[in-house]
């Protein structure tokens, strides 16, 4: 079950009081300006959207550390919890404390007995896996992915030939809706990096173009959320295009081409879907640096959108340092992206401004923080502190 996000009295009162002090620097900071966070407790924020090193990690150990002792009231097996400690999982070697992250990652995995969700085809109920084998290359130890293999080995056993009209029961069969390709691909992906046994990147590549080939518009370069939505229409006439929805499909590509074999014969392809994609994106971003959450009409959805956001940031970057875009079309985009990220979160270290859980756009506040997010917001941070201290 989903948490409901809440803040601490403390953490309320403390962003009362910075906002009155004027020090807090809301959604929309430019990247020029170093905002001041008031904390709760001792402990003072100073968030700056730079890109030197140092700030980009004490940026990802602030929000990191809000969340982890904020995890208590979600479902440990959910896909609302997979990015957060698939994030985890990626900054900790960045951290001066690695094992304080790996092991919090670890005691996730321990307690779900290293099982992906109960729902054996729902791609929701495999994304938390990805934790597992990020682990298990770090570890080596099969009992860690051995349920989820085993979830997978049934896998490859079924048609997953049934139409991808949308259909709640469907869903949890087929990925007949664009978040999927966040939730199973990269897991599979994972499987076959730490098994060799090129079967499960098959599998996805197979579901992964299925779905594709059903939800992707090849005019606008974007998806569909599901195909209730192909004949939806924003309140400018635009098509609608759900920020978060496209964000998975373009972290998940992202996830996908980093785990896939350099020599696998599908590579290419996702890699020329990736830039197409890519480049699409980048021109919808928002002078704040932001995505709206409706990305063909922004102007219904005015407010900081973060989760969209961190997941575009976090793909772009990284498809920068992975030498597939263009650093100098793009390290301006991600660097707007990574200065609006910092400029949304909160006097006490939440990362807000994220839309809740849904299948379309909606409203967010500062006051909205997903832990979702927040995993999306380590991806970024830890491709965005790779890039050094070379940008100042």
């Known amino acids: 079950m989903r948490k409901l996000a809440h803040r601490s009295p403390a953490g309320v009162l403390a962003q009362m009081l910075a906002f009155a002090l004027g020090v807090v620097c809301v959604a929309g900071c430019s990247s020029s300006t170093h905002p001041t966070r008031l904390a709760t407790g001792t402990v003072s924020l100073a968030l700056s959207p730079s890109l030197q090193p140092e700030a980009v990690l004490r940026a990802m150990t602030v929000v990191a550390d809000w969340q982890l002792a904020d995890t208590s009231g979600y479902d440990s097996l959910d896909w609302l919890v997979a990015p957060f400690w698939a994030g985890v999982v990626t900054f900790a070697p960045l951290s001066p404390s690695p094992r304080t992250y790996l092991e919090a990652a670890r005691e996730n995995g321990r307690r779900n007995a290293w099982q992906p969700g109960p729902t054996p085809f729902s791609a929701d109920d495999h994304a938390i896996t990805q934790s597992y084998f990020m682990l298990y290359l770090l570890d080596r130890d099969p009992r860690l992915i051995a349920a989820s293999l085993a979830r997978f080995d049934e896998m ?30 990269p897991a599979l992906a994972l499987a076959t990096k ?19 080939d059903f939800l992707y518009d090849r005019q606008e370069h974007l998806f569909y959320r599901d195909s209730r939505f192909f004949e939806e229409r924003e309140l400018n006439d635009a098509k609608v295009f759900w920020s978060r929805g496209n964000g998975w499909v373009l972290a998940g590509l992202a996830r996908v081409i980093q785990y896939l074999p350099e020599d696998y014969p599908e590579r290419p392809r996702f890699v020329a879907l990736f830039r197409e994609m890519a480049r699409k994106i980048a021109t919808l971003q928002g002078p704040q640096g932001y995505w709206a959450a409706g990305l063909l009409d922004p102007d219904s959805w005015p407010a900081p959108e973060t989760s969209g956001t961190a997941l575009f940031t976090y793909a772009l970057a990284w498809g920068v340092n992975a030498g597939l875009l263009e650093r100098g079309a793009f390290e301006p985009v991600v660097q707007r992206g990574w200065a609006a990220l910092i400029g949304a979160v909160q006097p006490d270290g939440m990362l807000g401004y994220a839309q809740s859980p849904s299948d379309r756009p909606g409203k967010t506040g500062p006051s909205h923080g997903e832990i979702y997010a927040t995993g999306a917001f380590l991806l970024a941070g830890t491709e965005v502190y790779r890039w050094g201290g070379r940008h100042e």
């Open 156 to 185: 490859l056993r079924e048609p997953f030939n049934e139409s991808l009209a949308f259909d709640h029961d469907t869903a949890e069969r087929e990925w007949v809706w664009c978040d999927a390709l966040f939730m199973a691909p």
């Open 194 to 212: 730490a098994t060799g046994d090129r079967r499960y990147a098959d599998l996805m590549t197979r579901l992964w173009w299925k779905t594709t």
